[in-house]
C-alpha cells in the first residue's frame, strides 16, 4: 500500500496513462494536490480525484473555483510585466507569478525556450517540500496527449525528452516519485 507522510504532494499531469488506475481516492488523500493548465477532473473522478489546492496556469483561461485553491501559480516566459497571465490575476490574493529567473534558468538548463508547465511546477515546488510525487507525466509518447481528450492543445515548442530526462535525474536523487 502507498503512504506518504505529513505535508505530503502529488502533481497531477494529464497523460493518458490516468486512465490505466482508478487512484482517484490515492490522489485525494494527499495534503496538497497540484494540477495545471485545463486539467478536468468532472467524469473522471475515479481515475485523477476532485481534489485540487495548487494550480499552475500559464493561459488567460481561468476556472471558477480558482478563488478557492490554496495557491495559484502563474507563470511564462516573460518578465512580470509582460506575462499576461499574470497581468490578468495579479489582484486575486492567492496568486503569485512564478519568478522569471527561475523559468530563465529551466530555460538555460534544458536548452529549450519553452519548458511545460509540469517541469516548471516540480522545479518550483522542490524548494519547498523534499520529495514530490508524480502521476500521469506520459512523456507525449502517445497520440492522445491528454487523457481528457485530443482536442486540447499542448504546448508545440516542448521538448518532452529532454524533460523525461531531467525527471529521471530527479528520480534518481530521491527527490521525484512516481504513484
Given at each position: 500500500m502507498y503512504t506518504q507522510g505529513m505535508n505530503s504532494i502529488i502533481?497531477?499531469?494529464s497523460g493518458t496513462s490516468l486512465l490505466n488506475k482508478k487512484n482517484g481516492k490515492l490522489i485525494d488523500s494527499f495534503d496538497d494536490v497540484v494540477r495545471f493548465n485545463t486539467f478536468y477532473t468532472e467524469g473522471?473522478?475515479?481515475y485523477v480525484g476532485t481534489k485540487t489546492t495548487i494550480w499552475y496556469n500559464v493561459n488567460t483561461y481561468f476556472k471558477k473555483e480558482s478563488i478557492e485553491y490554496k495557491k495559484i501559480y502563474l507563470h511564462s516566459w516573460d518578465e512580470d510585466d509582460k506575462c499576461p497571465v499574470y497581468q490578468k490575476y495579479k489582484h486575486l490574493k492567492n496568486a503569485e507569478k512564478v519568478p522569471y529567473k527561475l523559468v530563465q534558468k529551466i530555460i538555460k538548463d534544458l536548452k529549450n525556450p519553452s519548458p511545460s508547465t509540469g517541469l516548471i511546477a516540480?522545479?518550483?515546488?522542490?524548494?519547498?517540500?523534499?520529495?514530490i510525487t508524480l502521476t500521469g507525466f506520459d512523456w507525449w509518447d502517445k497520440k492522445e496527449h491528454h487523457y481528457f481528450g485530443k482536442d486540447h492543445f499542448r504546448g508545440p515548442n516542448h521538448n518532452p525528452?529532454?524533460?523525461?530526462?531531467?525527471?529521471e535525474e530527479l528520480e534518481k536523487e530521491g527527490k521525484i516519485k512516481f504513484l
Open positions: 502533481v497531477v499531469g473522471y473522478e475515479e516540480v522545479i518550483q515546488l522542490l524548494n519547498i517540500y523534499t520529495c525528452q529532454a524533460e523525461k530526462q531531467v525527471f
